[in-house]
């Protein structure tokens, strides 16, 4: 069962701050993000592990709660370049081995405006 | 920066036709994997490959496609007898160890004419 993300599209000017969630049915091992522009791959932005630890790349941050089994993407002070859709990905720990199969979200389009 | 490499970037082939994508994983990865996405929808997960064998498939991963990796750098994926429906970008990726990021390369658009 695939995660849900909200929402679905964002529009920002530059500079502006943004979230994105990522919720998922299932007992997560790990939540990916990732970034993908038009027609390239999905760029790999980080992964939070279960534990509920906050992770942070430049100005992109991510947390993850364990209990809810949710995660949330921080995009602040946004640049034109963070243009793109987002998508996470999941990770089912199943029976304590994990291959790393992920199942990704629907995507977030967000377009930076200068 | 190592990264994940596919070839060809595109291939248009008749219906019916079998294709292999093929793709050279990060060096030093353990687990390997095909998604496709068809234009404009999510990513999905075809099937992982660890320790030499399939760990994990999906139900688009029917008998019509299988995986090999040859030796020891490749990681290939035939599609027998394309369908039309076959018709996505193709995401070869692979990762270290459990806990660490999956790393996508850059993609083979297949189309199924």
């Known amino acids: 069962q695939q995660p849900v993300q909200s929402p679905q599209a964002v529009i920002l000017r530059e500079g502006e701050d943004a979230v994105i969630n990522c919720s998922s049915s299932?007992?997560?091992?790990?939540v990916h993000w990732y970034r993908q522009k038009h027609g390239e791959a999905p760029v790999f932005l980080m992964i939070?592990?279960?534990?509920?630890e906050q992770k942070g790349h430049e100005k992109i941050s991510a947390s993850f709660n364990e209990k809810k089994q949710q995660s949330s993407l921080y995009l602040t002070a946004s640049q034109l370049s963070y243009s793109g859709t987002y998508f996470c990905?999941?990770?089912?720990?199943?029976?304590?081995?994990?291959?790393?199969?992920?199942?990704f979200g629907q995507g977030t389009i967000l377009t930076v405006h200068p | 920066e190592p990264e994940v490499t596919q070839t060809p970037s595109h291939q248009v082939t008749q219906m019916g036709q079998e294709v292999i994508l093929r793709c050279v994983p990060i060096?030093?990865?353990?687990?390997f994997y095909w998604y496709r996405q068809i234009l404009g929808q999510k990513v999905e997960f075809l099937v992982s490959?660890?320790?030499?064998?399939?760990?994990?498939k999906s139900e688009i991963f029917d008998d019509q496609f299988s995986v090999e990796r040859p030796d020891g750098s490749n990681f290939t994926l035939k599609i027998r007898s394309t369908k039309l429906e076959d018709s996505a970008m193709y995401f070869c990726?692979?990762?270290?160890?459990?806990?660490?990021?999956?790393?996508f390369g850059q993609g083979t658009r297949l189309t199924v004419v």
């Open positions: 990726a692979s990762r270290d160890l459990p806990g660490q990021g999956v790393f």
């Open positions: 299932k007992a997560l091992y790990s």
């Open positions: 939070l592990l279960k534990g509920g």
């Open positions: 990905g999941t990770d089912v720990h199943a029976g304590g081995t994990s291959y790393g199969k992920l199942t």
């Open positions: 060096s030093n990865h353990l687990y």
């Open positions: 490959f660890y320790n030499n064998e399939i760990s994990e």
